[in-house]
């Protein structure tokens, strides 16, 4: 059971890794938004192309909208903290118990 173990340790981390990653990527995309870059640069296509699929529907189902300010980012950050807390603690959990 000890492979099993190491197998979900190895998943939580990475799935913790690829959320820490993805919060970084909507910090820069909150940045980008502040200082009207190019958009034909390819970062910031890359950022706009990552990020675009999970804040629209935010945008659309959720009034976060205040004055022109986007509020969206906030309501992923507090969803990717929840993911890192509930799922990644949860999965070190049980990885724990079956070494």
């Known amino acids: 059971m000890y492979i099993l173990g190491y197998l979900l340790m190895g998943v939580a981390k990475v799935i913790d890794i690829v959320l820490l990653l993805f919060m970084w990527i ?6 980008l938004s502040w200082v009207n870059p190019d958009p034909f640069n390819p970062i910031v296509r890359f950022i706009h192309n990552v ?6 529907p935010i945008r659309t189902k959720l009034p976060v909208n205040f ?3 986007d509020l969206s980012p906030i309501v992923v950050f507090l969803a990717i903290i929840f993911f890192r807390t ?3 603690s949860s999965l070190d959990r049980l990885s724990a118990s079956l070494l």
């Open 26 to 31: 909507v910090i820069a995309r909150a940045v």
């Open 86 to 88: 509930f799922l990644v």
């Open 51 to 56: 990020t675009e699929p999970v804040l629209s």
């Open 67 to 69: 004055g022109g300010l």
